[in-house]
């Protein structure tokens, strides 16, 4: 995969190796969003979480003018949460294996077990 720079974000072209595919008509191609997010020549240590990753180009809301119309929103919403619920919590932990859902396009928990006290 290839990340592609700033104007072109979103567009990331599929590789075998260091060699770009051909793009000839006829031929198949997987898009795999996210594998969009694990690109090993866009971040360091993609495979791992890293909340405070600067800079942090993800293509979690897309781009251009596929940018998702609810990020904004969907960024207060997530502000807001962690802000009410942080100061409420003495401590979290896991409380078990996560379990992520099977999938091929955009993947997430399924069940995340967690052990908390409340202040």
Known sequence: MVHARQSNHAHRRPRHGRQR???????????????ANRDPEAFAEPFQFDIGRVPNRHLGFGSGVHFCLGAALARMEVDSFFAELIPRLDSVGLAGEPEYLPTTFVGGLKRLPLNYTMR
């Open 21 to 35: 595919c051909s793009d000839s008509r006829g031929e198949s191609v997987c898009l795999s969003y996210p594998s």
